[in-house]
């Protein structure tokens, strides 16, 4: 990491700290509850944010989209929307795995804290090489500055160190900004923000949430949030993959989710080990709201602290 990146997070995170000593004493309990709450909103108000959709890369350009953990999954949907809408060759890579020396015309990286070291790093060695544009929750992270284009979302940024509303919501924003209509996935949202949820998802033993195209980033974002919240045993695959030795673990009390619509006989394959087929009705970014709150019940359940799970921080910042 170079001196003068080093030098900006850390006047960042002291800022920060500042920030949180303040007002920590009366702060809710759990952040996650009220921000995954407000999803329907904070996507309506991605959707309306046409200035900043004129500034992702334009139709034809060839790009890549970096990200770390939930970034990283939330980069897998959208490059795999934009290719197969037409709009440009799309890559998606973990910002530590990353080949972006592919004659790219920009990267996009995504990062809700602005300050993860591995997207910074990345982000500085493109600099006047490639053009990067930043989806960014913290306005005043380094990220704003390293990027050539910064788009901000900090209505979308959380307290809570799970994400859930900053990634889809910069999914949000990328989806319409591939002219998409988001008024049912809205709508869907705030079905799965209120209804009920079954028993036989909050009490299940184990979950495999599997998807297709632009889904499958969204079933390995559920299975990260139900172990990052709730310490839940959680595996993910594409779809037409659970047939080729993962469904060796369905059984009774196990409960094995689709995200949007299944390959034929998938249900009946499953229904034969016991488990639970949850067949997802919603938009696939709906159905990712309803795990998330599976998995805050969970938490609560177990006594445990959504905001602040164990091992975990809100960026992964490492040393020089």
């Keep these: 990491m170079s001196l003068r990146i080093a030098a900006a997070i850390a006047a960042h ?97 995504l990062s809700r804290s602005g300050t993860t070291t591995e997207v910074l790093q990345l982000v500085g060695e493109l600099r006047d090489r490639v053009r990067t544009i930043g989806i960014i929750g913290d306005e005043s992270s380094p990220l704003v500055d390293l990027a050539d284009t910064a788009v901000t979302l900090p209505f979308a940024d959380e307290r809570s160190v799970v994400q859930t509303r900053f990634a889809t919501t910069a999914l949000a924003l990328f989806r319409a900004s591939l002219g998409e209509d988001l008024t049912g996935a809205i709508a869907d949202a705030e079905r799965a923000v209120a209804e009920e949820l079954p028993a036989v998802l909050t009490d299940a033993e184990q979950y495999t949430f599997l998807g297709r195209d632009w889904a499958v980033g969204l079933a390995h974002e559920a299975a990260l ?41 998938l249900d009946t394959d499953v229904a034969a080990t016991g488990a639970h087929f949850e067949a997802g009705r ?39």
């Design 282 to 320: 919603l938009d696939p970014m709906a159905e990712l709201v309803r795990a998330q709150r599976v998995a805050l019940a969970r938490a609560r359940a177990k006594g445990l602290d959504p905001d602040s799970p164990r091992n975990l921080t809100r960026s992964v910042i490492l040393d020089a």
């Design 13 to 109: 995170l002291s800022g920060a700290l500042l920030t949180e000593q303040s007002t920590t004493a009366h702060a809710p309990a759990e952040h996650m509850a009220a921000e995954l709450a407000s999803q329907p909103q904070t996507w309506a108000r991605a959707a309306e944010l046409r200035a900043e959709q004129a500034q992702l890369p334009a139709r034809g350009a060839r790009i890549a989209v970096v990200g770390c953990g939930t970034s990283w999954f939330i980069a897998q949907s959208y490059a795999w929307l934009r290719e197969s809408g037409g709009h440009g060759e799309t890559d998606a890579f973990a910002a530590s795995e990353a080949f972006v020396d592919r004659g790219y015309d920009a990267v996009v990286a």
């Design 225 to 265: 949030k139900m172990r990052e919240a709730s310490q839940s045993w959680t595996e993910s695959y594409p779809s037409m993959e659970y047939r080729h030795g993962p469904i060796a673990i369905a059984a009774p009390g196990r409960v094995t989710w689709q995200f949007g619509e299944a390959p034929e006989g």
